[in-house]
């Protein structure tokens, strides 16, 4: 089982960045699919989820109608489409894959930070 994040970098608060999970050795298309986020000194907080069909999406209060949380199955990869970045939006960012109740995955994260 893999989970590979890119697309972070250094970006001017306002900008966008689009950030990709793409995964491997599973059932991709089962899997809950979410972003988390943790920036230094924080707990680990979950940014956007989508279900397995991609029916259904929900958001943190603090990202709601600048982030957009998307899933392509046929290629096993999530998106998370960021817009109108905020220095608060730096922190790393994680892959979540989840098939309740037994199967919880993680990547190994990728770096965002907003600052100009």
């Known amino acids: 089982v893999q989970l590979v994040e890119s697309g972070g970098g250094l970006v001017q608060p306002g900008g966008s960045l689009r950030l990709l999970c793409t995964a491997s050795g599973f059932t991709f298309s089962r899997y809950r699919m979410s972003w988390y986020r943790q920036a230094p000194g924080k707990e680990r907080e979950l940014v956007a989820t989508v279900t397995g069909a991609g029916g259904s999406t929900g958001y943190a209060d603090s990202v709601k109608g600048r982030f957009t949380i998307s899933r392509d199955n046929d290629k096993s990869s999530a998106y998370l489409q960021m817009n109108s970045l905020k220095p608060e939006d730096t922190a790393e960012y994680y892959c979540?894959?989840?098939?309740?109740?037994?199967?919880?995955?993680w990547g190994q994260g990728t770096q965002v930070t907003v600052s100009s």
């Open positions: 979540n894959a989840r098939l309740w109740p037994a199967y919880d995955y």
